[in-house]
């Protein structure tokens, strides 16, 4: 299988290996004031939980890219209910979880890359077995994330948001 490398149009470097771009938070932190959120929000490696009564899950926006065997990654932060993060985080830890959900979420981050709001999208996120992330599935619409993870992506397109991302151009 290919390699995925290219030499970028921006910083003339050769830029090797299918990337993982994401959001270190749901965008709802953001709407806490800096100060409060040390008191009002626990934010893990995996989950983030916001005045104890609002629930989100770190998962993998996948999206297959034509001619490579790894997708390209968005890490993505998805909401839940109460009752579904209760039953996510009792399972979180076993090695055999895949059976559990999935469970419906709203998409809580935006990418830069999408000129659409990619916030509130609907999403299923799915529990996979032996520590691998969780998989989120956007709901097929029109919206560009959805498109792009249903149909996949070419190289083009992926050298394109690598650049946007990595330099912000
Ligand atoms: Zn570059």
């Not at 956007?138 to 394109?160: C, F, M, S, W, Y």
Request: net charge negative; with cysteine.
């Amino acid at each position: 299988m290919n390699e995925f490398e290219f030499e970028c149009s921006h910083c003339g470097e050769v830029h090797k290996g299918i990337p993982t771009f994401g959001a270190d938070i749901p965008n709802t932190v953001l709407q806490v004031p800096q100060e409060q959120r040390e008191s009002r929000v626990d934010l893990g490696t995996d989950d983030c939980v916001i005045d104890g009564k609002h629930f989100y899950v770190k998962g993998y926006v996948e999206i297959p890219v034509v001619g490579f065997s790894d997708p390209f990654i968005w890490g993505s932060w998805v909401s839940l209910s109460e009752e579904n993060y209760q039953e996510f985080v009792e399972c979180f830890d076993q090695d055999n979880r895949s059976h559990v959900g999935p469970f419906f979420g709203w998409h809580c981050c935006d990418f830069a890359v999408y000129e659409k709001e990619c916030t509130n999208l609907e999403t299923q996120i799915f529990l996979r077995d032996n520590g691998i992330r969780p998989l989120i599935k956007i709901k097929p619409t029109k919206h560009p994330l959805a498109v792009e993870q249903n149909n996949g992506i070419t190289r083009d397109r992926l050298i394109q948001i690598y650049e946007q991302m990595l330099h912000g151009i």
